[in-house]
């Protein structure tokens, strides 16, 4: 099946018989251009749906000045953490006067080479990126470097990169969630983490784990699961639950998983936070719609976007040197509600 044609410049001046440059001159309202005839063009775009192409335009000037797009890498449009990013990445980018183009890698690494090699081919001024959960090489991320675009990432960090970043303190984030849950008389905290090829999974591990040695416990393996969303946590938590010495408290690496441990608490008949404590890390929305409301770590997303697209733009506009890695933590805080005792 055909592909619609879609309507150009040049089809404009061709159909009304007059120049490209006519017609340009005309949609952009210059007065070197008749009333008539400016009027008469607008319309009759407007009546054939043109739309101008931004990003040919912004290429066209960019020998006179940098172009103004910024490309944006998104594990998961529909992760409540990432939507946040990208909404401080989007209003911040817009008041600085850049247009931003976003697409998800879906946690694919084949996706996200290919979306690398478009934002390059496409001339963004820089990428602000979090990497995909199966991104084990970094060869993507290391030829746009050698080339000259910068990159900020956030969240996910490319391990063999001093590129720069934004993060939030995962580690203090952590050490203060399970460090609460112990004071409040948990014995048998479990951890449900991801992957330690990832920063975030290193990080929140070192903070469960140190919390532990601080209150004077020992770390047990059998509390330890890769497990990192809400279906794993349905198949995960069960099994432990019915271990002779069971966790009496779970802290999980994201909200969403933290409620698929707490909906097998509940359906296996425990008592939440009676029996059973449950904390999450994100403080989405989904945190106050369960019942009872989930105690998190809130990451503050926006305030990410926002640090991101501030270091891309101070490098783009030469602010911050190119080879100077901008590193900059956001700070976390622990919303204790219903969950936990």
Not at 63 to 68: D, E, G, T
Not at 308 to 324: C, F, N, T
């Amino acid at each position: 099946m055909e592909e619609p044609h879609v309507l150009t410049m040049k089809d404009i001046a061709r159909m009304l018989g007059v120049s490209v440059a006519t017609v340009s001159r005309a949609l952009k309202d210059s007065p070197t251009i008749s009333k008539e005839r400016r009027e008469a063009i607008q319309m009759f775009a407007r009546e054939h749906n043109y739309f101008p192409n931004v990003i040919a335009e912004q290429l066209r000037n960019s020998r006179r000045s940098p172009v103004k797009t910024i490309g944006v890498i998104l594990p998961e449009f529909i992760h409540y953490y990432f939507s946040t990013v990208l909404s401080g990445i989007e209003e911040t980018a817009q008041q600085l006067g850049y247009r931003i183009l976003v697409a998800q890698s879906r946690e694919q690494y084949e996706r996200e080479v290919s979306i690398c090699e478009s934002f390059h081919q496409n001339k963004v001024c820089g990428i602000i990126v979090s990497q995909a959960k199966d991104t084990v090489e970094y060869d993507h991320f290391v030829k746009l470097e050698r080339e000259g675009v910068p990159l900020v990432f956030y969240d996910r960090i490319c391990p063999v990169l001093n590129a720069s970043r934004v993060v939030v303190d995962d580690y203090m984030g952590t050490l203060k969630a399970v460090s609460y849950l112990i004071e409040r008389g948990c014995k048998r905290v479990a951890f449900l983490g991801t992957s330690h090829n990832m920063e975030i999974g290193k990080n929140r591990f070192n903070g469960y784990k140190d919390a532990l040695y601080q209150h004077g416990m020992k770390l047990d393996e059998d509390l330890v699961k890769l497990c990192d969303n809400r279906a794993q946590a349905e198949e995960v938590v069960p099994q432990m639950l019915k271990m002779k010495n069971r966790p009496d408290a779970f802290f999980a690496v994201n909200d969403d998983t933290a409620i698929g441990a707490l909906y097998v608490a509940k359906h296996m008949g425990f008592s939440v936070p009676d029996e059973v404590s449950v904390c999450g890390f994100t403080n989405g929305e989904r945190a106050v719609a369960c019942d009872p409301q989930l105690t998190t770590v809130e990451q503050r997303g926006v305030d990410v976007g926002r640090e991101a697209v501030e270091i891309l733009v101070g490098i783009v506009e030469g602010r911050i040197a190119r080879d100077h890695a901008e590193k900059r933590i956001v700070k976390t805080r622990l919303v204790v509600r219903g969950t936990t005792k």
